[in-house]
Nanobody
């Protein structure tokens, strides 16, 4: 059974940084799932933020966060991280960790419709 648990959210001022963590169980980080981060702001649809391919480490980013966000993983700990810098009020959202089937590659991962498993989410609030 795949389980994803996010942590690290909170309240930060505009321009600040946060590091989100996703603890995974049931993910091999070899041949089953890649891991992505998605977010949903109040009144808006859920959108992709970033993905990391478990097979080759390829990283993809949404245009809205490119240059400000870095995704990484620690396969030995079964953890995925999202380092967010230069945060803006429009980054305020619930951030979700997600497992995407390994055959979904590249920018195709940045699609809510391909997610197989979701975490419960962690709130990020950026004040102006």
């Amino acid at each position: 059974e795949v389980q994803l648990v996010e942590s690290g959210g909170g309240l930060v001022q505009s321009g600040g940084s946060l590091r989100l963590s996703c603890a995974t169980t049931g993910v091999t980080f070899r041949d089953d799932y890649s891991i992505g981060w998605f977010r949903q702001a109040p009144g808006k649809e859920r959108e992709a933020v970033s993905c990391i391919d478990s097979s080759d480490g390829y990283k993809t980013y949404a245009d809205s966060v490119k240059g400000r966000v870095t995704i990484s993983s620690d396969k030995s700990k079964k953890m995925v991280y999202l380092q967010m810098n230069s945060l803006k009020p429009e980054d305020t959202a619930v951030y979700y960790c997600a497992a995407v089937p390994i055959y979904i590659v590249g920018y195709a991962c940045l699609n809510v419709g391909v997610v197989a498993h979701w975490g419960q989410g962690t709130q990020v609030t950026v004040s102006s």
